[in-house]
Nanobody, 126 residues
């Protein structure tokens, strides 16, 4: 079992920045690919970014490419999402997720992740 706890959400003006953190516990962090997803009311959960176990490969949704950056610190068991140039349409609850079942593949689909955090709200005002 892996526990994930997100933090760093809040209210920011358009054009501003936030850094989300997801602290994990319970298993060896470096055995898990990590992802960030977001969801707004009435919509499906949306892929935002993912990072491989070792951190060497990263993936982004087209809507955030060039503005967001995912990273991980395996010594601190934490994954981050740096969000720059925020837009009102980035407003959502952001979730981190962990998958330890795929050795050579970093999932981008929500159904491929085993464990989820409780989410943190990000609100971008115009």
């Amino acid at each position: 079992q892996v526990q994930l706890v997100e933090s760093g959400g809040g209210l920011v003006q358009a054009g501003g920045s936030l850094r989300l953190s997801c602290a994990t516990s319970g298993r060896t962090f470096s055995n898990y690919a990590m992802g960030w997803f977001r969801q707004t009311p009435g919509k499906e959960r949306e892929f935002v970014a993912a990072i491989s176990r070792g951190g060497g490969r990263t993936y982004y949704a087209d809507s955030v490419k060039g503005r967001f950056a995912i990273s991980r610190d395996n010594a601190k068991n934490t994954v981050y999402l740096q969000m720059n140039s925020l837009k009102p349409e980035d407003t959502a609850v952001y979730f981190c997720a962990a998958d330890g079942t795929r050795l050579y593949y970093t999932p981008r689909g929500g159904s491929e992740y085993e464990y989820w955090g409780q989410g943190t709200q990000v609100t971008v005002s115009s």
